[in-house]
T-cell receptor, first 111, second 116 residues
Framework: DAKTTQPTSMDCAEGRAANLPCNHS???????VYWYRQIHSQGPQYIIH???NNETNEMASLIITEDRKSSTLILPHATLRDTAVYYC????????????FGSGTRLQVQP | DAGVIQSPRHEVTEMGQEVTLRCKPI?????LFWYRQTMMRGLELLIY????????DSGMPEDRFSAKMPNASFSTLKIQPSEPRDSAVYFC??????????????FGQGTRLTVV
């Protein structure tokens, strides 16, 4: 699976959009971008995933650049409950291997 | 569905004792994963099962660790004998893996293990 690079930490004001970047310059054509988050003392939670088109669901939007070498997770209106560690993971969609978690980005939403 | 259920939520044991962690995956899911999380090493995959068969156990630290999945609705992770360095939060996750792609993985609340 391709390696990802994320900032260690970010701050965001409550009510504002949180934009979390992820670099995956070695991504292959059959690899998907997945985002998970882990709120303190809880198990990781799936947010969204995509291959090359932008995706949106009730939690977030995922913007993937045209060359697919980077992506941005957008939380449109961050709340205090969005404070968590966010993990960007790249893996083959039909692969038999499990998710591999890096260090992620610690997002602190400020009141 | 109640989600992935792990028990116990907290376990404190003495060094040398046997510890058994339990997991009930989401009904209908055919893949199950055991992860371990520590401050130093983050989230590490220990082992995963597909259709009750272990597929990749390369993350299991050593022979003191063993995992079983006797049926589709139950799995155990056993540590015997336990050591203080095994102290961590252990997560179980499940997903439905089909040939054309994977759905998202659902994680349990974890078991916090402390070995003294």
């Amino acid at each position: 699976d391709a390696k990802t690079t994320q900032p260690t930490s970010m701050d965001c004001a409550e009510g504002r959009a949180a934009n979390l970047p992820c670099n995956h310059s070695t991504i292959s054509g059959n690899e998907y971008v997945y985002w998970y988050r882990q709120i303190h003392s809880q198990g990781p939670q799936y947010i969204i995933h995509g291959l090359k088109n932008n995706e949106t669901n009730e939690m977030a939007s995922l913007i993937i650049t045209e060359d697919r070498k980077s992506s941005t997770l957008i939380l449109p209106h961050a709340t205090l409950r969005d404070t968590a560690v966010y993990y960007c993971i790249v893996r083959v969609g039909t692969g038999r291997r499990a998710l591999t978690f890096g260090s992620g980005t610690r997002l602190q939403v400020q009141p | 569905d109640a989600g992935v259920i792990q028990s116990p939520r907290h376990e404190v044991t003495e060094m040398g004792q046997e510890v058994t962690l339990r997991c009930k995956p989401i009904s209908g899911h055919n893949s199950l994963f055991w992860y371990r999380q520590t401050m130093m090493r983050g989230l590490e995959l220990l082992i995963y099962f597909n259709n009750n068969v272990p597929i990749d156990d390369s993350g299991m630290p050593e022979d003191r660790f063993s995992a079983k999945m006797p049926n589709a609705s139950f799995s155990t992770l056993k540590i015997q004998p336990s050591e203080p360095r095994d102290s961590a939060v252990y997560f179980c996750a499940s997903t439905f893996r089909a040939g054309a792609g994977n759905t998202e993985a659902f994680f349990g609340q974890g078991t916090r293990l402390t070995v003294v």
